[in-house]
């Protein structure tokens, strides 16, 4: 024990004393004097201790930091005849502090191994004798902090191989302690390990944290671990740092946050060389390239000084097979489905013919284009939805960076009316919130949907819904799409959903977990501009942000809430008349949606649709034909959700759409887990292009919402030859218009469609179209 050791002791000491002696009778000049007060008394010892002990971690802190600096910048290290002999003298003195000193340099690697932990929950049998390998395990830190997340136990043998002795002392020492019989420390070098002839012959998990950057021959170390792991089960995890390879085109490593600048790519290059930490992109690269990446997030540490030292790190898993969720693969090597293989079967290949693949293009074109795949992991158990290729960095993607529509704003009661869903049937629709898609699935099993959208994010939100029905249970399912709130979201989504997710779904929603963050887990600023959940974030919720900002600025933001919480229509209606439609009216809130700037930015309305809008009457007029009849004829509290959700930002129980319903959520978690017959088909990419990808005669019904409003003569044109094309006779299109009479019905009839209008909106009606009510019409087209 040190000298300041001792004085901190001898320092409490003295408190306890003080505090002894405090409440007898202290005597001064001769004169007793009345003993301090006991509560008085004790607080000054307790202050005492607190202080001797906050001194004493001071003490620990600063011995530790002084032998960190000793052994890493200051002691000579001299020549060494080996690797091993390197590390040994470096580590040596600071092996003991190893943990203690890395926390905050290394980071991402808690993350690495939850997202392992759920690769090893969703592909093990628990019966399996599993195997781990943790190449450069260096002091079993990740065995014990996996041990959180995924239970060690239930590993039939780990094995931590490392170079360096003092670290696999240390490694030792701590499997005694924590009694793990089933931990085997092995020091050589991890490019020449083997498993013992007694062990199974493949391991099912092989992780490097912060290894492979120090690895000298990486080449044969990557070759070695793909043959180390299991044939199409096995997962590699992989934890470090990194640069960016400015060449680099395709989106193996990820879309979201790859790209280092170039003076960060030269600083952080050489600056790690001085300590043989090597950052070369070819590392990564070809680890990348000799294995199928399942996930992928990039990161920055920002050591010791927040933004101003931000230090690129990865974190990554990948499967030995090219049939798991992803890999670039080169447009020869690329093939299309046999055209006996439906999109059923390839979305579950425990039971896929042998002429469809693991995961299936859109088109030759695009999958050539691509360099991606998501679709189902190899290995992984079946589920009822796949994610088709595209590339993120294409122009008509890359423009979007979150979702426009957080809730899907066409009713799908009246598209069911009409529909005449049958099992068998193979839908497309627009994928916008996956609000319709979903009500379509709960309605009727054994539906093949092909969900289409150009917005990545959009997508990216199907996929989560679709792995929280499959994984999470109706409670926080409901919080999370519900109430819009899910503490601890992050944690969730490592453990229980990245399994589930395509790597860009997983990135986009690892970027953006505050999006279901309760408003006490917000920073000030996000709770001032009014985030509070799910529904207040994207486009959508700008625009729900704005609408409280007017409805507060025009008086009427109560009026309404009380209008959401009305048990009867009469009295919901009587606030509207009352205290709100003239304001309203009356109000900039018209001028405001009169702007065909606003209502893109604030609505997702595009000018051409703006001016079918605008052809129709006044901007008043509209929003008195739209909002008069739903506010006077469909309750918001019970049943119409549209218009709760703009008014509460967020869902009632007694007021949701029907997937966020108990019943509808069993229904659909049997769709996602693959046990309802149906298949969600999850395409990013143009409406027109996935039609082409289609077989003649393949889809049964469509449902395009608005989206034709947005065209030009061409554009529309070539829609409406696609469609007839893909689907079969007697097949239809439903469709929504700004319009009563759009322009493009021309072009459904030249192209032998009979069309009928469904439903037509008139002025000064009390009529509605629907529970949204915004649209002027309502058509079928159907293929003759």
Known sequence: MGCVDHALLALAAAALAVHAH????????????????????????????????????????????????????????????????????????????????????????RTMLRLCAAELERRAARAEKLVWVDMGGGTGWNIEQMDAYFDVSRFHRI??????????????????????????????????????????????????????????????????????LRPRTGVVGVVDFYVSDPSRTDCGAGTLGYRCSWLTRVFWQHWFEQDHVHLHPSRRNYLEHAFATLKVLNARNHFVVPYLVQIPYYVWLGSPSPAAAERPLDAARFELPSPSASPRDCLHPRSAPSGCPDTWSQSSAEAADSGCL??????????????????????????????????????????????????????????????NVLAYAAHTEGLTIHCV?????????????????????????????????????????????????SSAAYQYWRANTSAFASAGELPLGARLLGRRGLYTTGYSGLALRCLGLATRLLGVHDSLREMAAAPLLKDQAQVWRRRVLRRLLGSAAVLLLDNRVAMWQLMGVPASQWNMLRSEGSMS????????????????????????????????????????????????????????????????????????????????????????????????????????????????????????????????????????????????????????????????????
């Open 159 to 228: 094995y931590l191989v490392d170079l360096c002795r003092p670290l696999c002392q240390v490694a030792a020492r701590r499997a005694k302690a924590n009694g793990w019989s089933n931990v085997h420390i092995v020091c050589q070098d991890a490019a020449s390990f083997a498993l013992p002839a007694d062990a199974a012959a493949h391991a099912d998990l092989v992780t490097m944290s912060y290894s492979l950057s120090m690895i000298g021959d990486y080449y044969a170390a990557i070759d070695h671990v793909s043959r180390l």
């Open 374 to 435: 998501y679709g189902v992991a190899a290995g992984a158990p079946a589920r009822g939805w796949a994610r088709h290729p595209y590339r993120p960095s294409r122009p008509e993607h890359a423009q979007f960076s979150t979702y426009i529509y957080g809730f899907t704003w066409e009713d799908p009661r009246t598209d069911i009316c009409v529909l005449d869903l049958q099992r068998g049937d193979t839908v497309l629709a627009i994928t916008s919130a996956g609000d």
């Open 22 to 109: 405090a409440e007898g009778v202290e005597v001064h000049d001769g004169r007793p004097r009345a003993a301090a007060s006991p509560a008085a008394a004790s607080t000054y010892a307790v202050a005492a201790v607190l202080g001797a002990v906050a001194l004493a971690a001071c003490s620990r802190r600063a011995r530790t930091a002084a032998a960190f600096a000793y052994n890493c910048f200051l002691r000579p290290l001299g020549a060494h005849a080996s690797d091993q002999k390197r590390l040994d003298a470096f580590y040596e003195g600071q092996a003991g502090i190893y943990d203690a000193t890395r926390s905050s340099l290394l980071r991402g690697r």
């Open 621 to 784: 007029q509209y929003i008195r034909d739209t909002l008069d009849p739903v506010a006077t004829t469909t309750s918001f509290a019970r049943d119409n959700y549209f218009y709760h959700m703009l008014i509460a930002h967020r869902y009632s129980r007694a007021c949701c759409p029907d997937y966020l319903t108990e019943p509808g959520f069993r229904r659909l978690q049997r769709a996602a887990r693959g046990a309802a017959g149906t298949a969600f088909s999850i395409h990013t990419a143009t409406i027109s292009d996935t039609l082409r990808s289609m077989r003649p005669g393949e889809l049964s019904k469509a449902v395009v919402m608005d989206h034709m409003d947005w065209f030009g003569p061409d554009e529309a044109e070539a829609e409406v030859r696609a469609l007839r094309r893909a689907l079969k006779q007697g097949g239809f299109v439903l469709w929504r218009s700004a319009a009563r009479i759009p322009w493009y019905i021309a072009n459904f009839e030249a192209n032998g469609f009979r069309v009928e209008a469904l439903a037509v909106r008139q002025p000064n009606t009390q009529a509605v179209l629907d529970r949204v009510n915004m649209y002027a019409s309502f058509y079928k087209a159907t293929k003759l």
């Open 453 to 501: 959208d150009m917005n990545p994010c959009q997508n990216h939100l199907l996929e989560l819904k679709l792995a929280a029905l499959h994984a999470l249970d109706y409670g926080r399912f409901w919080s999370m799409f519900g109430a819009g709130q899910l503490p601890g979201f992050g944690r969730t989504l490592d453990t229980e959903l990245s399994a589930l997710l």
